[in-house]
């Protein structure tokens, strides 16, 4: 392999760490969650604005200091000892408790922790994710208190109906206000019964949009629970692209004509106000993508982490004199985009982070660490079904040179160029990772030694014909070298069968580069 100055590395790696760790940080600033990582003894090391907010103590007061000289003052040594041992554990839990703030105020919040890896998956800390949840449990409490007293009161207004049930004879005048009664009562019943209704609807999409991993089952949970709410009310829930440039039908609910599979932001009002918007039947200021056969309709942006996320479109009816919905149905609908907005916000931060855990920054490749755990997977699945694996080494012939002569951001995007390519060239179930520096990795499933051979010539002659203007600048065509080993005829073992594919690499680099080389048979021990 090349040797790289290891000062201009540590330069350009340590320029791309600050930038992500600046992103990184931004991110976490941005929540709208208060962010806590402690150490292994409890030693805060970072907190965010959201944790100075919600506990009082400002960051320069908290870094450095265990949580008990912090919101956990009040804790007995039993209860501090517990945390002690579950961060040391290292398993993620979710709790509601209280805690103390700084000026002696409670506040009830709930916590979900994650354990903290360092590089090596060593357990260093762990990430506390906190929200106030204070007010929501004050209104669930009276809550159930208004509902217990509406319970009593109807067990009292029933036996007051039973009472005058027998004497209706006599009491024609008090039959007639104990129709009235009933009336409202059922009134009041089937309001309070809608209530309930939407409230376990609601409850029940919140906690399966917690526990989503993919955008698509969020997209049909929000479907079937809008579907619920708004039965009479076909719908569609929009998103918008990474793009930002358009928002894309993520669900729709309800028969009617079905709406367009794209909008742009500039069609819709609601969109270009930041604001809900209500159109009644035969109103003027229409959005351009509502459909002409749409009599009355609501436009409800979706906002998630300080941003719109996307855009709710019911139709709904809507007053002409109050040019709003009725009050239920704006209450219902409110509700909905404020579950959905934060829940769509987490999953589009979980696969950010997915992504960069998974992936090379710079290629778009998966990363050495995902590579290993991935052919290690690999070779005990060929083991069992006795297919073979075959591994293809590539370094980039001369990397250095492009580098000295036109910089490191040609040299960057060398690197880029050719990872698109191989990216071409490969199949779906093959993996492709940036296995360090200028050097790749390509592990093929499932395919022999001949296979592998002519996809790295394939891959080699590919790369050759890569054109490379960089900057107004045309850059020489770049050439590769290539080694390939085979599970299991080049070895038997992780270990052997990628120092199998190494030494081939090595060979075709001291043979003149730009070629294939193959790895040498195992020897096979000796008896």
């Known amino acids: 392999m090349r040797v790289i100055k290891p000062q201009l590395v540590r330069r350009a790696e340590n320029g791309e760490a600050e930038v ?12 709208g969650e208060a962010v806590i990582v402690k150490d292994l003894n409890a030693v805060v090391t970072y907190w965010n604005r959201e944790a100075a907010s919600l506990y009082g103590f400002s960051a320069q007061e908290a870094v450095g200091q265990p949580l008990r000289k912090l919101h956990a003052a009040d804790l007995s040594d039993a209860d501090y000892a517990r945390i002690l041992d579950r961060i040391r554990s290292g398993k993620s839990t979710t ?164 709406p367009d599979a794209t909008l742009a932001p500039d069609e819709c009002w609601a969109l270009r106000l930041g604001n809900p918007h209500f159109v009644p ?26 941003q719109v996320l996307g855009l709710l479109h019911v139709a709904l009816e809507v007053s002409p004199r109050s040019l709003r919905p009725a009050r239920d149905a704006e209450q219902r609908l409110r509700a909905l985009t404020d579950r959905v907005g934060p829940a769509l916000a987490n999953l589009k931060l979980r696969d950010a982070l997915r992504l960069l855990a998974l992936h090379d920054s710079l290629t778009g490749l998966y990363n050495r660490r995902y590579m290993e755990d991935a052919l290690n997977r690999e070779l005990h699945r060929a083991k069992r079904s006795g297919k073979p694996v075959s591994m293809i080494m590539i370094d980039i012939d001369h990397f250095k040179r492009f580098n000295d002569t036109f910089g490191h951001d040609a040299g960057d995007y060398v690197l880029s160029a050719i990872a698109k390519s191989i990216t071409r060239n490969i199949r779906p179930s093959d993996l492709a990772c940036r296995y360090g520096g200028e050097e790749l990795a390509i592990v093929l499933v499932e395919a022999g030694f001949e296979c592998a051979m002519e996809r790295a010539e394939k891959l080699r002659i590919a790369i050759r014909e890569t054109s490379l203007t960089h900057r107004d600048q045309t850059l020489p065509a770049p050439t590769a070298s290539f080694g390939v080993a085979v599970y299991p005829r080049h070895g038997e073992n992780l270990t052997d069968f990628m120092k199998a594919a190494d030494q081939a690499l090595y060979r075709a680099k001291q043979e003149g ?15």
């Open 20 to 31: 992500r760790a600046r992103e990184l940080e931004q991110v976490l600033e941005q929540t």
């Open 281 to 306: 039947r035969r109103g003027t200021i229409r959005c351009r993508h509502a459909h002409t056969a749409a009599d009355s309709y609501v436009c409800m942006p979706v906002q998630g982490q300080g």
């Open 95 to 258: 709790a509601n408790t209280e805690r103390r703030r700084k000026n002696g105020d409670v506040v009830r919040v709930a916590l979900k922790t994650t354990p903290l890896l360092d590089a090596h998956g060593k357990l260093v800390g762990e990430i506390t994710v906190a929200r106030d949840v204070t007010a929501l449990h004050r209104t669930e409490e009276a809550l159930r208190a208004a509902q217990a007293t509406l319970e009593a009161r109807l067990a009292a207004i029933r036996e007051a109906n039973r009472n005058l049930t027998r004497e209706m004879a006599a009491r024609r005048k008090a039959d007639a206000a104990m129709r009235r009664n009933n009336l409202a009562l059922a009134a009041t019943v089937r309001q309070l019964e809608s209530f309930h209704r939407d409230g376990e609807a609601l409850s029940r999409m919140a906690e399966l949009l917690q526990t989503c991993t993919q955008r698509d089952e969020a997209y049909a949970i929000v479907r079937e629970t809008a579907a619920q709410l708004f039965p009479e009310s076909p719908g569609s829930l929009f998103i918008y692209r990474e793009s930002r440039d358009v928002l894309e039908r993520a669900a729709t609910w309800g028969s009617g004509p079905a």
């Open 513 to 527: 580069r730009d070629r294939v080389c193959a790895a040498a048979e195992a020897t096979p021990p000796a008896s």
